[in-house]
């Protein structure tokens, strides 16, 4: 992608409503616009980061044996009668009439449609375990939208929902994404600890929240410190395997760990002082099991092996792709803007043309950017007019890990500079190394 082509609107300005730095860095590096209180374009830059984590999110969800569906924001308010929530769910909850006069509601979640969808095709046990999911967007009318889309009114939601004939089926549903979300979170770049949850209204018993620890989050977090170096589930992680499965969660939940909501004082106290951490966390993702709760008043049974119908057990796993982009920023960032991880980063490398206009420069460039995109290495190529510094600083700024810098001097040489975001470190490499470099992928 040439720079001159692209549509990326840089803020020079802080903007003054931003409170916490991913905001900032947001808004500042175009890759949000605010269009109503709580509500967000996504522009060029922030859609590819979007897109990238949404893309881990969904490979993860595939490999723990999640299949992908995807339901309408819209839904009827007669799903949610049946399951008592519609009057249960409050004001956060934006209610629509259609032209008709029907009663309508813009999903703030989808328990209720999926269990009507599971109840209208599966009647046995041997279409069982089936755990379906989508990325949609949700709307809840949330009371203080805050800090740009950490906390937004229509945000994205990765959500997937698990139904199983018993309760064991259902445990090991629950065990799959337990792990699928460590290895999620991990890829991401990000450190997430699995904390007991309050199930709220959804309901149910078994819940766990995914926090990862951010002096910006809103949760007041205590766990015990060997959370920081458990290592995460492998790629080889067999998901049909119970016991190992079973293994994982009870590793990754030996120790302490709560919000203040379901803080313990006493067992955290147990927990030897030095190894106690106490600090605020941000919810990226929660995890539920609730048994048979929408099942039965709804209606989704199946014929078990006992020839007699049975409510299913099901479980709701959501993430938050949206409030991840921020995260990832809170947790990967310095005085000169946003460091991507590898996996999410908007673009792999960026070219810097420090001089538009000169021959040598513009060649050299041109060179780099057609060799690297054949590559398959996606490059963004600062070809504009801009003064070098001004480049340089909108490069830190948008967080490419890899800069590829081209100067006047370098090039009479027959060289460039590649420059870490990440660590700073600078290499001088002739033109041809560089390519060969960058273009394996190193
Ligand atoms: P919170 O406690 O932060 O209000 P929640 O517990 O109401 O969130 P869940 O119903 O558990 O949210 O939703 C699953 C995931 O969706 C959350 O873990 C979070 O990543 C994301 N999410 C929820 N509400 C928002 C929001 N208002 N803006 C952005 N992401 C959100
Ligand atoms: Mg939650």
Not at 257 to 271: L, Y
Not at 383 to 396: H, L, M, S
């Amino acid at each position: 992608m040439r720079l001159s082509r692209f549509f990326l609107p840089i803020l020079k300005e802080n903007p003054k409503e931003a409170e916490i730095v991913s905001h900032r860095l947001m808004l500042r590096a175009g890759m949000i616009k605010q269009q109503s209180q709580g509500i967000y374009s996504w522009l060029p830059l922030g859609k590819r980061v979007l897109d990238k984590v949404n893309a881990v999110i969904r490979e993860e969800q595939n490999r723990s044996g999640a299949i992908e569906l995807l339901m309408p924001t819209l839904q009827s308010a007669e799903l949610w009668q049946e399951s008592g929530r519609y009057d249960a769910y409050g004001k956060e909850m934006l209610r629509i009439k259609d032209r008709q006069d029907r009663a309508m509601l813009y999903g703030p979640t989808n328990e209720e449609m999926i269990t009507d969808i599971f109840r209208s095709y599966v009647r046995s046990y041997k279409d069982l375990p089936l755990n379906l999911y989508h990325i949609q967007l949700k709307f809840r009318d949330e009371i203080r939208p805050r800090f740009g889309t950490m906390r937004s009114r229509e945000f994205l939601m990765k959500d997937a929902y698990s139904f199983d004939l018993s309760r064991e089926g259902a445990e090991h549903a629950y065990n799959r994404m337990f792990a699928a979300y460590l290895r999620t979170f991990s890829r991401l770049g990000l450190q997430a600890i699995p904390m007991r949850a309050d199930t709220g209204p959804i309901g149910g018993n078994l819940s766990h929240e995914f926090i990862i620890l951010a002096d910006t989050g809103e949760s007041e977090v205590f766990c015990h410190k060997d959370f920081l170096t458990f290592g995460v589930p492998g790629e080889d992680t067999d998901f049909e395997d119970v016991a190992g499965l079973q293994a994982i969660f009870d590793k990754w939940t030996s120790r302490y760990a709560a919000t203040s909501e379901m803080h313990d004082a006493a067992a955290f106290e147990a927990v030897p002082e030095g190894d106690r951490v106490s600090a605020r966390g941000i919810e990226v993702g929660h995890i539920f099991y609730f048994g048979t709760k929408y099942s039965e008043v709804m209606g989704a049974k199946v014929q078990g092996p006992d020839g007699k119908e049975h409510a299913v057990h099901m479980g709701s796993y959501g993430i938050g792709p949206t409030r991840l982009v921020p995260a990832i920023i809170e947790a990967s960032h310095d005085e000169n803007g946003i460091i991507w991880p590898k996996a999410v980063a908007p673009f792999d490398v960026t070219v810097i043309n420090m001089k538009t206009g000169d021959a040598a420069c513009d060649a050299a460039c041109e060179k780099l950017y057609g060799a690297l995109t054949r590559a398959g290495i996606d490059t963004l190529y600062d070809d504009t007019d801009e003064r070098a510094g001004a480049k340089f600083a909108t490069a830190d700024l948008i967080g490419v890990p890899v800069q590829v810098i081209a100067g006047p001097r370098s090039v009479a040489a027959g060289e460039i500079e590649i420059k870490d975001r990440k660590t700073g470190a600078r290499e001088t490499l002739t033109i041809e190394a560089a390519i060969n470099r960058l273009a394996s992928g190193n």
